[in-house]
């Protein structure tokens, strides 16, 4: 593979599902399970927040159960080892990257062990359960919700994500659906200034015509092989 000096990688559902992650588009995933309107808008959480509170605690405390997978250690190996400029975002909530090794990662969709303070708007490192509305570790109110990006709310860091965008020479999408904006427009993006685009998945995508390059099967393969070629190994 040709040298890249600024890799942007965008990372859904898919990377962690041989972890055993539900992902959130395949059958029996998380989206035929429960109603997105119900757990992942603002209204649902209005409407019913045990609901809501009690579907994020299922899954914080499910990633005690589940381990990262080669694929989140290829990339904890390509941010140890890659000489030029890397940013990893991630459409997951899960903590999977920094246990597989990634120092740096961003979560443009929130995390699963965070909570988020609607009355101070501050974000809080956490691991306990929410439903029985503790209090917020800096102002005390009872008014912590899950500091996951909900539909209908503004992801995380755009600015900066746009930016590495414009400016990356390799964009890579591993294991996401392409059918959430924005991130499903980032390969647009980054193809529009010039960059190369590539996409690993498991099937084809609803976005995989837009890449230059896709590769099919899943990512505990398709990544490590993927790293090594970057890494000239
Ligand atoms: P999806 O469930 O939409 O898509 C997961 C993708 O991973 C599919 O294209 C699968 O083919 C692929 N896949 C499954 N197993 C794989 C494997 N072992 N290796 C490689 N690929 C595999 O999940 P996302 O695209 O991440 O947002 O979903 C995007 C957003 O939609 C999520 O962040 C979430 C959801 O609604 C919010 O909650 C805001």
Redesign the pocket.
């Known amino acids: 593979m040709a040298e890249f000096e600024r890799i942007v990688i965008l ?5 962690s ?2 972890s055993g992650i539900d ?4 059958a029996g ?3 035929e399970q429960h109603r ?1 309107e119900d757990v ?1 808008t603002p209204e649902g959480f209005a409407r019913d927040p045990h609901l809501v509170l009690n579907f994020y605690d299922m899954r914080r405390a499910a990633l005690s159960k589940v381990e990262p997978n080669p ?1 989140h250690e290829a990339l904890a190996r390509l941010e140890r080892e890659f000489s030029g400029e890397l940013l990893l975002v991630t ?3 899960d903590d999977l990257h920094q246990r597989g090794g990634s120092g740096k990662v961003l979560h443009m ?1 929130g995390e699963l062990k965070s909570a988020l303070c609607t009355s101070c708007e501050m974000r809080s490192r956490w691991e306990a359960p929410m439903l029985d509305r503790p209090p917020c570790p800096i102002c005390r109110a009872p008014t912590l919700r899950p500091d ?4 209908g ?1 503004m ?1 995380y860091e755009m600015a900066r994500i746009y930016h590495a965008l414009e400016t990356c020479d390799l964009f890579v999408s ?7 904006y924005p ?1 499903a427009g980032f390969v647009q993006e980054a193809r529009a200034n010039g960059a190369r685009t590539l996409e ?4 084809p ?1 609803e976005g995989s015509r837009l890449f230059h390059e896709t590769r099919l ?4 393969q ?1 990544v490590p092989q993927w790293v090594d070629e970057v890494l000239g190994g």
């Open positions: 990372t859904g559902a898919g990377i599902a041989e992902t959130f588009r395949s995933g998380l989206w997105v992942a694929a459409q997951n909530v969709h996951v990006v909900w539909f709310e992801p591993i294991g996401t659906s392409g059918a959430v991130a690993l998945n498991l099937e995508s099967g899943p990512a505990s398709l």
